[in-house]
């Protein structure tokens, strides 16, 4: 069973431009969900998809905007990068049933973005 | 809103001893609870889960019970050693019409000295 798995690795970017993140789900999950993760700071809740629509979003602006794919992969895309961009970025899949409680989120290994 | 207090780091043990890292939440419902490790370089991996009041989670060691009436979810481990050095953050989980989303706490830096 392959994990959760995200590209590039490390990124580094200019102020003002534009950046796609990736993320393949572990098989057998329907639901992507996307975290930033600043220096020092927990994971914040950007956005999560689920049968390639989004399906709740964190406070982030419009310009943070994502995909999911049929076979339930991922982009993040974010438009007019900022400085205060520059973070890990995580994907989590996992596999949404209808039980009431939020399913385990399986984590990827991030990418890092640096913006400068 | 719901959110996550965590315990400030840095926590700095020696080997063998006792850990309590203290977690407490505030939340609408009845949310579940996590924690996840992340070791340096690596995204996270959980760790534990508790998803109703009075339940234990335990996994290598660690513990942690979900308190209703405290809003707490401490996680414990009796005998620490080096490689439980990483970062520890506790979580909420929650469900509303579908959306699911984890609330984290700001993380504790454990560094265990041999």
């Known amino acids: 069973e392959t994990g959760v798995t995200q590209s590039p690795t490390h990124l580094i970017k200019t102020r003002g431009q534009q950046v796609t993140l990736r993320c393949s789900s572990q098989?057998?999950?329907?639901?992507v969900s996307w975290y930033q993760q600043a220096l020092g700071q927990g994971p914040q809740f950007i956005f999560q998809?689920?049968?390639?629509?989004?399906?709740g979003r964190g406070n982030f602006p419009p310009r943070f905007s994502g995909l999911q794919f049929p076979n339930y992969s991922s982009e993040l895309n974010v438009n007019a990068l900022e400085l205060d961009d520059s973070a890990l970025y995580l994907c989590?899949?996992?596999?949404?049933?209808?039980?009431?409680?939020?399913?385990?989120?399986?984590f990827g290994p991030g990418t890092r973005l640096t913006v400068l | 809103g719901n959110s996550v207090t965590q315990m400030e780091g840095p926590v700095t043990l020696s080997e063998e001893a006792f850990l309590t890292i203290n977690c407490t939440y505030t939340?609408?419902?009845?949310?579940?609870l996590f924690w996840y490790v992340q070791y340096p370089g690596e995204g996270l991996q959980l760790l534990l889960k508790?998803?109703?009041?009075?339940d234990k989670g335990s996994n290598k060691g660690f513990e942690a019970t979900y308190r209703k009436e405290t809003t707490s979810f401490h996680l414990e481990k009796g005998s620490v050693q080096v490689s439980d050095s990483a970062v520890y953050f506790c979580?909420?989980?929650?469900?509303?019409?579908?959306?699911?989303?984890?609330?984290f706490g700001t993380g504790t830096r454990l560094t265990i000295i041999p």
């Open positions: 979580a909420l989980g929650w469900t509303n019409f579908g959306n699911e989303k984890l609330t």
């Open positions: 998809y689920y049968r390639e629509e989004e399906n």
């Open positions: 098989s057998g999950h329907n639901t």
């Open positions: 939340a609408t419902g009845y949310p579940s």
């Open positions: 508790a998803t109703k009041a009075d």
């Open positions: 989590a899949s996992s596999n949404r049933v209808a039980s009431g409680r939020i399913s385990e989120q399986f």
